[in-house]
């Protein structure tokens, strides 16, 4: 079973241009995920998704934005990019129902963003 | 505001040292409590938890819960040089309607000397 897939691994842009990250799921897989990862913060929850509705959303200026498609597939796309979005941008794709306990999620090798 | 406490947050051990890594938590809607490995790519999964005191072992590896004094230690035993990585702790919080969010620690970098 092929792994979770990103798109494009590295990036860098310049300050207030904006950036779209492709995030593609487990087969299956009905809920995606998305962290933001710094050294000085660590990972951090963006928002998630599934069956094409954001089910839950973390503590992100509205400038970050996602959807997800019909095949589960999802975007997040920054506007107006500051110094401070450096990062790498991490997805995470679950089966996305519930049940005892949790699901397991499973990351991408995630996209590195670097903004000048 | 939901909380997630590794320590400690680096350490340097030899080949063969058993090493425990601690993961503390003030949370609300807990609902299981997760670790990772991560070298320079992916996190990739270890454990995850949702009762106390029921360990979970895989090779040299093992984890337990403590729901009640909330927190949670990761065991490597006879550790190796392939052991090093930044181990990540994180609480999987539900936020209603099927809906859940990790919230991370900031990791123990662990490194392995031959």
């Known amino acids: 079973k092929a792994g979770v897939t990103q798109t494009p691994r590295y990036l860098i842009k310049t300050r207030g241009q904006q950036v779209t990250l492709s995030c593609s799921p487990i087969?299956?897989?009905?809920?995606v995920s998305w962290y933001q990862q710094t050294p000085g913060q660590g990972l951090q929850f963006l928002f998630e998704?599934?069956?094409?509705?954001?089910?839950n959303k973390g503590n992100f200026p509205g400038r970050f934005s996602g959807r997800q498609f019909s095949n589960s597939r999802s975007e997040m796309n920054v506007s107006t990019l500051e110094l401070g979005d450096s990062a790498l941008y991490l997805c995470?794709?679950?089966?996305?129902?519930?049940?005892?306990?949790?699901?397991?999620?499973?990351f991408g090798p995630g996209t590195r963003l670097t903004v000048l | 505001e939901d909380k997630v406490v590794q320590s400690p947050l680096s350490l340097v051990v030899h080949e063969g040292d058993t090493v425990t890594l601690n993961c503390s938590y003030e949370?609300?809607?807990?609902?299981?409590l997760l670790w990772y490995k991560q070298e320079k790519k992916a996190p990739t999964f270890l454990f995850m938890l949702?009762?106390?005191?029921i360990e979970k072992k895989s090779g040299r590896l093992s984890s337990i819960l403590d729901k009640k004094e909330l927190f949670s230690i990761l065991n490597i035993t006879a550790t190796q040089t392939g052991d090093s990585a930044v181990y990540l702790c994180?609480?999987?919080?539900?936020?209603?309607?099927?809906?859940?969010?990790?919230?991370f620690g900031k990791g123990t970098k662990l490194s392995v000397i031959p």
């Open positions: 995470a794709s679950s089966p996305g129902w519930g049940g005892v306990g949790f699901n397991e999620q499973f």
């Open positions: 087969s299956g897989h009905r809920s």
């Open positions: 998704y599934f069956s094409e509705t954001q089910r």
């Open positions: 949370v609300t809607n807990f609902r299981s």
């Open positions: 949702t009762s106390s005191g």
């Open positions: 994180a609480v999987a919080l539900d936020s209603g309607a099927g809906s859940y969010q990790l919230t």
